[in-house]
C-alpha cells in the first residue's frame, strides 16, 4: 500500500510538474486570470457599490448568492456536527471532583455522596483533574473582552480594510472558544448557552436570506439591496454598501455560532458536560 | 544560464504547492489513521488555496483596496494598479468550507472511535469483517 502509494503521488506530481511549463510567470500582469473579468470589478467596484474593499464588494454583492450558500453550508456543517454527535442522556458521573478555592484541595466525591452546594467556595472541575492556573484564567479574561471587540472591528470594517462577516465571526468564535479552553466548558455554556447558540445560528443565515427577500419585497431581484434605498434612507449606491454590512453581519453571527458550536460538540463528545 | 534562472523564479511557487499537494494526497492514501487522513485532507486544501491567492498576484500591484475609497470616488481606477480580487473571493468562500469539512469530519471520525474503540483503518476492517 505505501509503496503503490507513493508510485501514485510521483505519478500525479510530475505530470502537474511537467504542467506548469505552459502556466503564466508568477505576478504576470497579463495572466489570462487577470485580464478577462477581474478588470471589471476592479474598475467599477467602487463605482457600483461604493465599497473601497473589492473583495467585500465581490463576495457580497456580485457574488451574494455563493456568500449565500456558502453560509449555508456552514450552517448545515454545524447541524451535522450537532445531530452526529450530540448526546441527551445524562449519565452520572462515577465520581466527581470538587476542588475548595481558598485552599486549594480537591474533593473526591463517590456517586450518590453528597455535594457541596456553596457554590462560591467550591468549584466542579473535570474528571480528569487539572490544576488551578491563576495565571492562564487571568490573562485569559484580560485578553478576551479585546478579542472579542476585535472581531467586531473586523466585521464593521470589512469596507475599508481587509476583514468581514468569515473573518470576524471566526474571531468571535475563537474568543469564546478560548474562554471555555482556560476556564471549562461548564464555564463557558454558563456565558453562551446551547439553545442560544443554536438561535444565533438560524438567526445568522435568517439575516442573510431575510435582507435578499426583503429585496423582493421591494421589487427588485433577490439579493440586489439598491432596492432598499428607501428603507435606509440614501442613494441607491449608498444602500448596496449598507445592505453589504447588513449581510456580512448575519455571516459573522452564523460562522461565530457554528464555530462554537463545534468546538462544543467535538471536545465533549457530545456530551458537554466537561470538555478539554 | 539566465534563462533557467528566470523560468525557475517564475515558476518555482507552483512547485512549492505542487510538491505540498502530493503531500496531503500521500496522507490521504498511505496514512493508517483516520485523524491523519483528516489532516492529509486539509494540507491538500492549503495547497490549493495558496495556488489560487498565487494566480491573483500582479508585479508592481497593491492589495485590491481602492485609495481615497473614503472620498468622492472620483479618482480614475487603473486595473493595472490593484492586484486580481477574484480569487481571493473564491478562496474565503474556500477557507470557510474547509474548517466546515473538518468539523464534519472529525465528528465522523470521534463516532467511528466511538463505535470501534480504534482509530485504525486495518483494526476497523478486521471488526468489520468479523461480523
Known amino acids: 500500500m505505501k509503496k503503490l502509494g507513493l508510485i501514485i503521488v510521483l505519478i500525479c506530481g510530475s505530470l502537474m510538474l511537467y504542467g506548469t511549463i505552459d502556466f503564466p510567470d508568477w505576478a504576470d500582469p497579463s495572466s489570462p486570470a487577470s485580464t478577462h473579468l477581474s478588470p471589471y470589478f476592479i474598475e467599477t467596484a467602487m463605482h457600483d457599490t461604493a465599497v473601497p474593499n473589492i473583495v467585500t464588494a465581490v463576495l457580497a454583492d456580485y457574488r451574494g448568492y455563493d456568500t449565500m450558500f456558502e453560509t449555508t453550508v456552514i450552517f448545515a456543517a454545524g447541524l451535522a456536527c450537532f445531530f452526529l454527535l450530540r448526546r441527551f442522556q445524562r449519565r452520572a458521573p462515577d465520581v466527581n471532583l470538587f476542588r475548595h478555592m481558598p485552599t486549594g484541595i480537591t474533593l473526591r466525591i463517590k456517586k450518590g455522596g453528597k455535594v457541596p452546594v456553596d457554590s462560591s467556595e467550591f468549584e466542579r472541575i473535570d474528571s480528569i483533574w487539572v490544576p488551578y492556573d491563576l495565571i492562564i484564567k487571568t490573562t485569559c479574561r484580560l485578553l478576551i473582552p479585546f478579542i472579542l471587540l476585535f472581531a467586531l472591528y473586523v466585521i464593521a470594517h470589512g469596507h475599508h480594510s481587509p476583514g468581514g462577516g468569515f473573518q470576524g465571526g471566526v474571531i468571535l468564535g475563537a474568543g469564546i472558544i478560548l474562554y471555555a479552553i482556560s476556564h471549562n466548558l461548564r464555564a463557558a455554556k454558563a456565558r453562551i448557552k446551547e439553545r442560544f447558540d443554536a438561535y444565533m445560528c438560524s438567526a445568522g443565515v435568517f439575516i442573510y436570506v431575510g435582507t435578499g427577500v426583503l429585496c423582493l419585497l421591494m421589487g427588485a431581484n433577490f439579493l440586489d439591496y439598491s432596492a432598499l434605498a428607501p428603507l435606509l434612507g440614501t442613494d441607491p449606491i449608498m444602500a448596496r454598501s449598507h445592505g453589504i454590512l447588513i449581510v456580512e453581519i448575519g455571516v459573522g453571527i452564523a460562522v461565530m455560532a457554528v464555530m462554537i458550536c463545534l468546538y462544543y460538540n467535538l471536545s465533549s463528545a457530545g456530551r458537554q458536560d466537561e470538555g478539554l | ?131
Open chain 2, 1 to 131: 544560464m539566465n534563462e533557467i534562472a528566470s523560468f525557475i523564479i517564475a515558476k518555482y511557487n507552483y512547485w512549492i504547492y505542487i510538491v505540498l499537494m502530493m503531500i496531503g494526497l500521500y496522507a490521504m492514501i498511505v496514512k493508517n489513521n483516520l485523524v491523519k487522513k483528516i489532516i492529509g485532507m486539509n494540507i491538500f486544501q492549503t495547497a490549493i488555496i495558496l495556488f489560487y491567492v498565487s494566480i491573483g498576484t500582479k508585479r508592481g500591484a497593491t492589495i485590491p483596496i481602492i485609495y481615497h475609497g473614503h472620498g468622492d470616488g472620483s479618482h480614475a481606477v487603473h486595473a493595472t494598479d490593484y492586484i486580481n480580487p477574484l480569487p481571493h473571493v473564491l478562496m474565503l468562500t474556500a477557507i470557510v468550507v474547509s474548517v466546515a469539512t473538518l468539523g464534519v469530519a472529525l465528528a465522523i471520525a470521534l463516532k467511528v472511535y466511538r463505535r470501534y474503540n480504534t482509530l485504525e483503518e486495518d483494526e476497523i476492517f478486521t471488526q468489520i469483517r468479523r461480523k
